[in-house]
């Protein structure tokens, strides 16, 4: 895409500053459940076929689910297709102790550019981001929204710092305006920036711009991780 980060997160946070109201909040959990379920239909082949590699190229489940924290601060379990080796926590110590770089990164940033556990066909969902499209699961069940910030562990509340109220208000999204700006390529801070601009400049007409530019930034791949 032409824009940059910056001048997309603009376009989207220049309104005055405004809280999600109790109509406003009904009125995209309605077009959540109608959207999720339309699109696990229309994509239901798609869906099939992924479980059915997803299976077939490594032993192990289809699903990885791992704990997140979404509105209230209440804990959910993110779903998403495996991408990784079922021993992906032994692997992972193992390039850590002659990776010290590494670790470093995962530190700071909770993911790895070149990450050992990923297998073949987890790399090419991943570059497409077709690992998350169980997250329509959780949006039917109310623990996500299609547009909102990005889902994160406990862990990771502590980079939000008094801006924490912010992400406890609303659903963490499947997209959002992290999505949009830069994915994998932004800096803690600034996904941390852009999931508060989102929150408080909120409109419903944002999600569609959002989901709107989702699409061909998911298809440049720019970004993936």
């Known amino acids: ?23 406003g909040d009904t009125f995209k959990r309605i077009f959540d459940i109608v959207a999720a379920a339309g699109i696990i239909i229309f994509i239901s082949p798609i869906y099939i076929m992924i479980a059915l590699l997803v299976k077939l190229t490594d032993p192990g489940p289809v699903f990885y689910s791992h704990r997140r ?12 297709f495996r991408t990784m080796v079922s021993n992906g926590d032994k692997v992972l110590a193992d390039y850590f102790l002659n990776n010290p770089e590494a ?5 700071t940033m909770r993911k790895l550019r070149h990450d050992p556990r990923v297998t073949a066909i987890g790399r090419i969902l991943r ?12 949006v039917l069940r109310g623990e996500m929204s299609l547009v909102g910030p ?14 924490k109220h912010l992400y406890f208000r609303v659903r963490p999204g499947l997209t959002g305006l992290w999505q949009i700006s830069g994915r994998s390529d932004l800096s803690y801070e600034k996904r ?19 989901m709107a ?9 720019k970004g993936s991780c």
């Open 69 to 80: 924290i979404g509105r209230d601060g209440k804990s959910f379990g993110c779903l998403k």
């Open 103 to 107: 670790a470093a990164e995962w530190n």
């Open 150 to 163: 990005r889902p994160v562990m406990a862990d990771e509340l502590v980079h939000y710092g008094l801006n």
């Open 1 to 23: 895409m032409d824009a940059s980060p910056n001048s997309q997160a603009a376009e989207l946070s220049d309104a005055p500053l405004k809280s999600i109201t109790r109509n």
């Open 213 to 221: 530019r989702t699409i061909p930034v998911v298809c440049s791949t």
């Open 127 to 138: 570059k497409f981001s077709l690992d998350e499209i169980p997250q329509l699961l959780n």
């Open 192 to 210: 941390v920036e852009l999931d508060c601009q989102y929150v408080e400049n909120w409109h419903f007409g944002h999600d569609l711009v959002i």
